[in-house]
């Protein structure tokens, strides 16, 4: 079975929120950034955080080399993180990445996209809606993919705008699973 790191990006400021997003209890009182880990371990050999530290959870937490540059530096670290891991003789082969403030998005979602790349291998994400928009966040980065985004994010720290230029597969998932909470007026 291959194995994939599953990551948690949670590295934004929350400016529009006026408070830490992760923090934000949901109404089973766990908090965004419990849900975010509880819906990738069932499906990943090893959870992680990339962005702030989180002293209070239980994973290891990558912080960004330098603060609020983007989920790009994030999925960078990531990457390195898992080229470098060995669970069980067994090498990462990938990031399954998940944004901290999609608290809709299921573990069946991502079960999903984790399928997807099994089948067709290579870059796989998430798009949503009728116009099949783009969910960078949410999605499967083989390892080898590092070199060419970090040659990306040295002029520009935008992950949407490199996914763009990339053979991808793509998978459908649910507009309402895939909805930022961005602002107070989101929660409700």
Known sequence: MQSV???VLCGGKSSRMGRDKAMIRLDNGMTFIEHAINRLRPICNEVVLAGRLYPSTDVVTLPDPTSNQGPIFGLLQAIEYATNQTLVNQKHEACLVTPVDMPRLTTSDLRA???GWQTYTGLTYAVSGPERKRQPLVGIYPL???????????????LMRWIENQHATQIALDESHCRNINRPEDLT
């Open 5 to 7: 790191l599953g990551v």
């Open 113 to 115: 996209i984790l399928l």
């Open 144 to 158: 080898d993919l590092h070199a060419a985004i970090s040659l990306h994010a040295r002029t520009d720290p935008s």
